[in-house]
């Protein structure tokens, strides 16, 4: 990028707790000017209160299942009692008869799940509709809406589906089996990104198993072995985690005249609304897609699915809005979650530490849909030239998987970072001073020195020195997770000419609190504080923003907040420039005055300004321009920034040697994100990750049932969260890491910081009883079967 | 004597109740936040459904609907409860509070304030609930420790994981309340 249209600019680089130096970048045209660090800055870096607190604290906030439209009906989705079973008829007669329904629709299109390439062969319906395989215990067949919920409930009873029930496998290793029944008949597309095997149709699949990918592949590995003087190998196994977000997937759809309004509790509006422009053919600018608070995602959130289409189908046969909120049951069997995974790692490396090899052999299952793949992980965190992975998704009869908080990542850390901490003993070294040796990054190694302090790392023991009942340890794992950005990714700002400043996007605040963070940046560049700005965001109706997951929404959507605030700040100061008797370049503004640079006294207040404009208000508009220094790698709407995000986290865990049960005591976590704009905030997020990655490592278990392919704990009760009981003392620190690559230079944080949690957990765990956990979840019965006795005093 | 004539007019209570209600709606009424409202319910409705719905106080959540997750506490008689648990129409005289009762007018209660200045709020969705026990908390304990906060929220569920930043506020507004 260096036509004559780009100019040359420098930015503060480097990481504040090292040195702050500078880098010279060539920025496009209509770029705000480069942004000091945040020590001079007034809002920017400052923990600013999140904007809709008061709003939660009180009840005050519209959540999705909040909402409530005149004439609304609720409606209820029919499941499958059968894990795998061929519709032959349905009669929804008596269901359409019932007092109080509206509207009954019959599930023709499961989105989520993977699509077989050839059609299903199944026989039509007499009305000539192919109706697909229910292919597990829960899996939405039809849907009903009615005046109350109880009517719905009645009606949904009686619909008549007569099942052929088929044979059904819901256990990974028994799914690989060539004579399991087979869940899928002919190839399939991939659908949705559960976590890494590529969703192509040049993937090979035999019965059950599809692949192999060999992503990532490079080097010869058979060379880098032979050249290994020490080498180590384990296998590893991952649980499916669910999202479990405390507002259960929602929808209300309300099909009019005018179009469609879809109020939705969802991570991306405007990748919906087009969506559903699609589906049910209506030009984008007919369907408008709204949510206001967000009750939790973590990646479950991102699409229309079948709950959405169905709740539609039901608007407009009914000709009344309709709701559909997932009860529990539902969210745990037929939201999405992350796929179980096997691995078997062999890493090779030479006397001082270089890696001379990594293999990975790696199937997982992400039940009826593709991308149980971890091998991202263990390909990009560590040097090494000679990589090898062989990866294979699995089918069985459950819910199709999705993306979860760090998709690949988190289970591919949890095999990666234990190899690595084996090897730093097999060759003598501090885990510390190994990665030193093979991590090129220096903001890792910065994280891993802060964090080394505030663990106390010097005091860690040699693995298993402990004695007594409970044994105490310590363990560091590392994060690695790619800066995403969304390119089409925009907003507007806008000035009234009574002073007030507005910001419009369609991106939405899913309790990360993006609001509070685009005020500040809007604030800081119009010289107002961030409570004068107001956010209308969560709205089709306004530029389409970014989705919000990919850790990308802060990365996405915060420069061109802030490059359209600097075209606003442009025209005010060419508005109020002849009323001061200079030329615009020589005011500026701050402290809600615009104000002759060179003498300070001389100025108007910014409402004064605003009463100079010509019309009632003004607006710039502003979209995601191209990181500064290129990114590594662009697709669609999406890139890839040339630095990637991480962390480190240390553990400190108590092991109750009698009972097996593992306490986390302390986690610290150093984390970065680029510029930090809200720390308090990003502190919470990262305590967020810790306690998902902490709950992952020792509780979560989706358990399926082999003899009846049910879920046996879709709820909350049996299927255990940490709480706080469970919560440690966690000690967050945010690096401030200045690259110079946008108009704020900031990125994102969620994903990042619960990839390192469970491999940090079981490191320490290793080091308190000197025996590696490779399972999760670590459950007590795990660490006695390790330590030798078995459970129940055996 | 007396004995007998109290089983007797029990008795006669027992004849003159009818002998089911339901399944259609019933008429209830509750007093909450101070003020007694009226509505129509079928029997098997839980308080949370009847203060969400006929009552249209949407503060208090519903996250598993069967006492998982406490995202539903409301205070009974200033008792901290999961709503989803009760019977609308066992509530009775008992007095209902809910999240919007707990301010008075635009001043926050205490653990309000510090929820807000601590961050203790992330997506917000089991906010109210955690609210509600740490208000209970500190009015029955003004000098709660790190533990008691725990124990009090102990049967809560969050999954944007704000823990840390509940017990900083709890502790907080605990201290701000008695100064």
């Known amino acids: 990028m260096s036509d004559a249209t780009t100019q040359q600019e420098k930015f503060p680089f480097g990481i504040a707790s090292v040195s702050i130096g500078e880098i010279e970048r060539r920025v496009p045209p209509g770029e705000a000017p480069p942004l000091p660090p945040n020590n001079r800055l007034a809002f920017i870096g400052k923990s600013v ?13 519209r959540f999705t299942v909040d909402v409530k439209l005149p004439g609304m009906l609720h409606g209820r989705l029919l499941r499958s009692p059968h894990p795998n079973a061929r519709i032959v008829s349905i009669d929804t007669s008596a269901a359409e008869r019932h007092p109080g329904v509206r509207a009954v629709h019959v599930v023709t299109d499961i989105v989520g799940r993977a699509v077989e390439q050839v059609p299903e062969t199944d026989p039509p319906q007499p009305n000539g509709v192919r109706l697909p395989r229910a292919l597990y215990a829960g899996a939405p067949i039809a849907a009903v809406a009615a005046v109350t919920p109880d009517a719905a409930a009645a009606a949904l009873a009686l619909i008549k589906v007569e099942y052929e029930v088929l044979p059904f496998v819901v256990d990974l290793e028994e799914a690989r089996d060539p004579n399991a029944p087979v869940v899928f008949r002919s190839a399939v597309a991939g659908s949705g990104f559960a976590g890494g095997v590529a969703a192509g149709a040049e993937v090979a699949q035999q019965g059950n198993v599809r692949g192999p990918s060999r992503i990532g592949t490079r080097g010869d590995v058979t060379k880098g072995f032979a050249e290994a003087e020490v080498t180590v190998e384990g296998e590893y196994r991952t649980q499916v985690q669910t999202h479990c977000c405390m507002e259960t997937h929602a929808a209300v759809a309300d099909w009019h005249a005018d179009g469609l309004t879809v109020y939705l509790s969802t991570q991306f509006t405007a990748g919906v609304r087009n969506e559903l422009a699609a589906a049910f053919g209506l030009p984008r600018n007919r369907v408008r897609v709204l949510v206001d608070a967000m009750g939790g995602g973590f990646g479950s959130k991102s699409g229309a699915g079948t709950y959405v289409r169905a709740a539609i189908a039901l608007s407009r046969a009914a000709g009344a809005p309709v709701r559909v909120v997932h009860d529990r049951h539902e969210e745990q069997v037929d939201s999405g979650n992350r796929p179980a995974t096997f691995q078997r790692l062999k890493i090779g490396a030479h006397r001082d530490g270089r890696l001379s090899a990594i293999s990975l052999y790696t199937y997982g299952t992400a039940g009826t849909a593709t991308g149980a793949g971890v091998g991202n992980f263990a390909q990009a965190t560590y040097e090494c030239s000679n990589f090898d992975s062989e990866q294979y998704d699995v089918f069985i009869n459950a819910g199709p998987a999705c993306a979860m908080r760090g998709p690949g990542n988190t289970p591919g850390a949890f095999a990666l970072e234990q190899a690595v901490d084996e090897l730093a003993e097999k060759l003598n070294l501090d885990p510390l001073a190994l990665r030193d040796r093979i991590d090129a990054s220096p903001v890792r190694r910065e994280e891993r020195r ?51 400043v507005e910001l419009r996007s369609s991106v939405q605040d899913i309790g990360t609190g993006i609001r509070t963070v685009l005020a500040q940046v809007v604030a800081e560049e119009l010289g107002l504080t961030p409570q004068a700005i107001t956010l209308r965001i969560g709205d089709t109706d306004f530029p389409a923003g970014p989705p919000s997951y990919g850790s990308r929404t802060t990365a996405s959507i915060t420069p061109p907040a802030r490059n359209a605030a600097y075209k606003i700040k442009q025209k005010l100061l060419e508005v109020a420039a002849p009323k001061l008797g200079v030329a615009a370049g020589a005011l500026d503004l701050r402290d809600g005055r615009v104000f002759v640079r060179a003498e300070p006294a001389r100025g108007l207040s910014f409402r004064e300004a605003a009463a100079l404009l010509r019309t009632d208000a003004i607006s710039a508009f502003a979209s995601r321009s191209d990181d500064y220094g290129g990114f590594r790698r662009a697709m669609g709407d999406a890139a890839l920034a040339q630095n990637d995000l991480g962390g480190v986290q240390f553990a400190q865990v108590a092991v109750d040697t009698e009972t097996g049960i593992i306490r ?38 989706r358990i399926l049932d082999r003899p009846t392919g049910h879920v046996l704990n879709a709820d909350l009760e049996h299927y255990k969260i940490a709480g706080p009981r469970e919560t440690p003392e966690i000690d967050v620190v945010v690096l401030e890491n200045y690259q110079g690559e946008s108009a704020t230079d900031a990125y994102g944080i969620a994903e990042p910081a619960n990839i390192a949690t469970a491999p940090a957990i079981a490191n320490a765990v290793y080091n308190a ?3 590696r956990l490779r ?20 | 004597m007396l ?39 079928p029997p098997h409705t839980t308080l949370a459904e009847a203060l969400r719905g006929s009552l249209n106080l949407t503060g208090t959540k519903i996250g598993c609907d069967r006492g998982a997750c406490s995202a539903c506490t409301v205070w009974l008689d200033d008792i901290p409860v999961a709503s989803c648990m009760v019977l609308a129409i066992d509530i009775g005289d008992r007095a209902v509070t809910t999240i919007e009762g707990l301010s008075r007018g635009d001043t926050l209660h205490p653990v309000q304030t510090a929820f807000i200045a601590h961050d203790a709020v992330q997506c917000g969705f089991c906010t109210p609930g955690m609210v509600m026990s740490c208000a209970a908390l500190i009015a029955r304990n003004p000098n709660p420790s790190l533990d008691d906060v725990k124990t009090a929220i102990s049967g809560h569920l969050c999954r944007c994981g704000t823990y840390p930043h509940v017990f900083a506020a709890t502790l907080a507004a605990a201290k701000a309340a008695k100064s």
């Open chain 1, 664 to 701: 986390v005591e302390r986690v610290v976590a150093v984390q970065d994100c680029g510029r930090p704009i809200n720390p308090e905030q990003i502190e919470s997020q990262v305590q967020g990750g810790v306690l998902m990655g902490l709950s992952y490592a020792l509780y979560e278990d």
């Open chain 1, 49 to 61: 209160p999140r904007f809709d607190a008061r709003a939660k604290v009180t009840g005050a906030s």
């Open chain 2, 3 to 41: 004995a007998t004539s109290l089983a007797a007019s029990a008795a006669v209570a027992e004849e003159n109740a009818p002998l089911s209600i339901g399944p259609g709606a019933v008429a209830i009424s509750l007093r909450v936040n101070g003020v007694v409202r009226t509505a129509e319910v």
């Open chain 1, 450 to 500: 802060i964090g080394a302090e505030r663990i106390g790392w010097s005091r860690r023991h040699t693995p298993g020195a402990d004695t007594g009942t409970i044994r105490r340890g310590i363990g560091v794992a590392q994060s690695l997770w790619g800066a995403n950005v969304q390119t089409n990714a925009s907003c507007e700002v806008r000035l009234m000419r009574d002073g007030s």
């Open chain 1, 775 to 794: 399972q999760l979840p670590m459950t007590p019965a795990a660490v006695l079967a390790a330590l030798g006795r078995a459970p129940y005093g055996g």
């Open chain 1, 769 to 771: 009883i000197g025996v």
